[in-house]
């Protein structure tokens, strides 16, 4: 069983940086593509930015050039570097992680608050 753990979550201001950590457990062989995923207050959830084993990226067009996925495969934590932060970021960030393939591997996170001041 895999499970998801996420870190770094708080408050910051406009236009400052925070960084996301999401420690992976358990038996992690079957997921290939891991992701942040965010859900504002009376909103959908939505991507963020995603990241593959191959190292492939994928990012929500609201976020492209300020945030920044990566991985650290030998610690087993994907990280969301989020720069020059915007009001419209605040949301509870939730780490995501599946397979592409066998589709019914979709694993989740319990999520961290971002909030920004303005």
């Known amino acids: 069983q895999v499970q998801l753990v996420e870190s770094g979550g708080g408050l910051v201001q406009a236009g400052g940086s925070l960084r996301l950590s999401c420690a992976a457990s358990g038996i992690i062989f079957s997921i290939n593509v891991m992701g942040w995923y965010r859900q504002a207050p009376g909103k959908q959830r939505e991507l963020v930015a995603t990241?593959?084993?191959?190292?492939?990226?994928n990012y929500a067009d609201s976020v492209k050039g300020r945030f920044t996925i990566s991985r650290d495969s030998a610690k087993n934590t994907v990280y969301l570097q989020m720069n020059s932060l915007k009001s419209e970021d605040t949301a509870v960030y939730y780490c995501n992680g599946k397979n592409e393939v066998l589709t019914w591997v979709d694993i989740w996170g319990k999520g961290t608050l971002v909030t920004v001041s303005e």
């Open positions: 990241i593959t084993n191959g190292g492939t990226t």
